[in-house]
């Protein structure tokens, strides 16, 4: 799987968890609870290196539009 159908899979995948943990937090195994902030950890940080680059040669690209 690559970086971007990663990223567009937990744009739908860790709102769910979030909310399913919110849901069920008293019936929570104490396992689980740090396996499931890990994982959304990990999803951010990949999807925060996936998206600063798109970003940054989006905002280049307006600008030099703008003042090319």
Excluded: C, K, Q
Excluded at 1 to 9: D, G, I, K
Excluded at 11 to 16: D, S
Excluded at 25 to 47: F, N, R
């Amino acid at each position: 799987m690559s970086l971007e159908r990663f990223v567009h899979a937990n744009l739908v995948l860790a709102p769910l968890l979030v909310a399913a943990g919110y849901i069920f937090w008293d019936s929570l195994p104490v396992l689980v609870l740090p396996l499931g902030v890990g994982y959304l950890t990990v999803v951010a940080l990949l999807s925060f290196a996936w998206f600063m680059p798109r970003l940054t040669t989006a905002v280049r690209s307006v600008l030099s539009r703008l003042f090319g």
